[in-house]
T-cell receptor, first 115, second 111 residues
Framework: AQKITQTQPGMFVQEKEAVTLDCTYDTSDQSYGLFWYKQPSSGEMIFLIYQGSYDEQNATEGRYSLNFQKARKSANLVISASQLGDSAMYFCAMREIQGAQKLVFGQGTRLTINP | NAGVTQTPKFRVLKTGQSMTLLCAQDMNHEYMYWYRQDPGMGLRLIHYSVGEGTTAKGEVPDGYNVSRLKKQNFLLGLESAAPSQTSVYFC??????????FGPGTRLTVT
């Protein structure tokens, strides 16, 4: 079975600093996808970034990058130059490649950006 | 496109009552999913569908039923609501590509 672990319940960062949110995963599959979602206080789930298990380069989307270390089974999210609007819950998720491609989520990390 | 919509946005039920949550998507997606999110936790999969007329159980299916009679709609039913079903419910849909599109959520309270 797939499992996602996020060990940081909360993070506090000064505005404009970079922040790394940790995510480790466990799976016996060779092919899988890793996602990060942002959930602001309004409650919606916002897709941020995706990394495929066979992608050789780390994914980047604007200020977001995914530090993918396959041997260590980690998929950390890096946010550069943090902004007040980055304050939210962040969820790491894994998706099976075969079948219905269901998502398995971690417990989340609450990020607070201080001015 | 409206994307993924959920009806209702909020609901309060008494224990034992029944209700149906509606998820609708106008993107012609094959795959649809129902998740629940409890305080301090990530989303957990309740049921899912890989196409019209199909449904399957997810991680936490007990106490829920689903139907996918039309491709654009995925219904989640609670036959006899329990306080343990107090949660925020998210619907999602997905095309052949990798990203799931989430609805805005339904906040359900069972007293």
């Amino acid at each position: 079975a797939q499992k996602i672990t996020q060990t940081q319940p909360g993070m506090f960062v000064q505005e404009k600093e970079a922040v790394t949110l940790d995510c480790t995963y466990d799976t016996s599959d060779q092919s899988y996808g890793l996602f990060w979602y942002k959930q602001p206080s309004s409650g919606e789930m916002i897709f941020l970034i995706y990394q495929g298990s066979y992608d050789e380069q780390n994914a980047t989307e604007g200020r977001y990058s995914l530090n993918f270390q396959k041997a260590r089974k980690s998929a950390n999210l890096v946010i550069s130059a943090s902004q007040l609007g980055d304050s939210a819950m962040y969820f790491c998720a894994m998706r099976e490649i075969q079948g219905a491609q269901k998502l398995v989520f971690g417990q989340g990390t609450r990020l607070t950006i201080n001015p | 496109n409206a994307g993924v919509t959920q009806t209702p946005k909020f609901r309060v039920l008494k224990t034992g009552q029944s209700m149906t949550l509606l998820c609708a998507q106008d993107m012609n997606h094959e795959y649809m999913y129902w998740y629940r999110q409890d305080p301090g936790m990530g989303l957990r999969l309740i049921h899912y569908s890989v196409g019209e007329g199909t449904t399957a159980k997810g991680e936490v299916p007990d106490g829920y039923n689903v139907s996918r009679l039309k491709k654009q709609n995925f219904l989640l039913g609670l036959e006899s609501a329990a306080p343990s079903q107090t949660s925020v419910y998210f619907c999602a849909s997905r095309p052949a590509a990798y990203e799931q599109y989430f609805g805005p959520g339904t906040r359900l309270t069972v007293t």
